[in-house]
Structures are given as C-alpha cells and as structure tokens.
Antibody, heavy 119, light 103 residues
Framework: QVQLVQSGAEVKKPGASVKVSCKVS????????MHWVRQAPGKGLEWMGG????????IYAQKFQGRVTMTEDTSTDTAYMELSSLRSEDTAVYYC????????????WGQGTLVTVSS | DIQMTQSPSSLSASVGDRVTITCQAS??????LNWYQQKPGKAPKLLIY???NLETGVPSRFSGSGSGTDFTFTISSLQPEDIATYYC?????FGGGTKVEIK
C-alpha cells in the first residue's frame, strides 16, 4: 500500500517561489510515476506534470512550462514540486499522485498542500 | 488536443436513485478513461479505471462503461455517503466535474 504524505500549508507573496514535498512510503519512488495535480478554490482538477516512464523524462503541462520544476530524491523517496513567479491565481491545493508504470490512472494521492499567494 | 466534456455539472437525486454521469472525448481514447470521487476537503479517490474496472474496495453500486469517445459512470442506488464531486480523467486531462447532491 502506497502512502503519500505532503508538506504543510504555505503562504507566499506574489513573485516568490514555493517548494512542496511528497514523501512516499510502502513503495520506492523508482517503482512509481509521480505526478502533481492542483485545484484552485472551488474549481476542478488540473494536471501540472509528472514522470513519463515511456520517455524516462518529466513532462510539464504547457501552461506551467518554465515556471515549474519537479524533482525526486530517491535516497529519501521524496518528490518535490517547485513553482516560481507565483501570482494570486496560483492559490490552490497541490496534490501529488502516483501511477504504476504502464497504467494511465492515479491510484494514490497525497493529502494535499494549500498554497496561498497573497500580498 | 483532446477535449473532455463531462455532464451534467451538477445533479440532485434522492437516496436510492440511479445516477448517471457522462464524459465525452473529442477523439477516440479507447478505454483509457477513469473516474474519481472527491469529497470536500479531501483528495480525489480512484473508483473506476480503464472505463469499467472497479478499484479494489469500492462498492459495487459504482460502475463505468464505454469506449472510444463516449463513457458513462453510474451509481445504481445513491447513498448519503456518495455526496461528492465526480471527475472523469484521461491521461493528463480531467473533466470539469459533476457535483452530486441529495434531493
């Protein structure tokens, strides 16, 4: 059973960066394809990017290209999502979510991290 | 780019009613369509994967069908604990969600 535990809520000023972590237990990061999905208040789910095992690379949604960086520390089985140049529209709950290799669905989710961008 | 159209955006039904939600893709996506349930303040939960497969532990009143471009999610007998927003998903794209309420 995979468990994903995310870091706590953050409050940032416009223009700043935020880095959210997602600690994996029950599996190792190398066995999973890690992705990030966000949800603005009262809105739907929006995929930001994740690891594509077919290419062996992390791919990002075009909307976030140049502003988001997703990394992994396999020594601690922790994934990170860093979003820069924050604006108020980035206020959202950010989720990490995993897929097994070869699957196209997210079967495990973190509890979510609220990032608030406010001056 | 593939577009996903989910409908309705909300619905109200009585306990015991049959509830149906649809998701339409703008092009053939085979059976690569998944359904999630999200309760307020909680992370989404996978219910149905690959269009019609019930995730382990999910009650059998939930089901999914379809292939190609048209997909259906059904709750055969709505229960009070099913109050949530439901999303379809194909690869990197989510439908807009359907909020299910009790009448």
């Amino acid at each position: 059973q995979v468990q994903l535990v995310q870091s706590g809520a953050e409050v940032k000023k416009p223009g700043a960066s935020v880095k959210v972590s997602c600690k994996v237990s029950g599996y190792t990061l190398t066995e999973l394809s890690m992705h990030w999905v966000r949800q603005a208040p009262g809105k739907g789910l929006e995929w930001m990017g994740g690891f594509d095992p077919e290419d062996g690379e992390t791919i990002y949604a075009q909307k976030f290209q140049g502003r988001v960086t997703m990394t992994e520390d396999t020594s601690t089985d922790t994934a990170y999502m860093e979003l820069s140049s924050l604006r108020s529209e980035d206020t959202a709950v950010y989720y990490c979510a995993t897929k097994n290799y070869g699957d196209y669905y997210f079967d495990y989710w973190g509890q979510g991290t609220l990032v608030t961008v406010s001056s | 780019d593939i577009q996903m159209t989910q409908s309705p955006s909300s619905l109200s039904a009585s306990v015991g009613d049959r509830v149906t939600i649809t998701c339409q893709a703008s092009q053939d996506i085979s059976n690569y369509l998944n359904w999630y349930q999200q309760k307020p303040g909680k992370a989404p939960k996978l219910l149905i994967y690959d269009a019609s497969n019930l995730e382990t532990g999910v009650p059998s009143r939930f089901s999914g069908s379809g292939s190609g471009t048209d997909f259906t999610f059904t709750i055969s007998s709505l229960q009070p604990e099913d109050i949530a927003t439901y999303y379809c998903q194909q690869y990197d794209l989510f439908g807009g969600g359907t909020k299910v309420e009790i009448k």
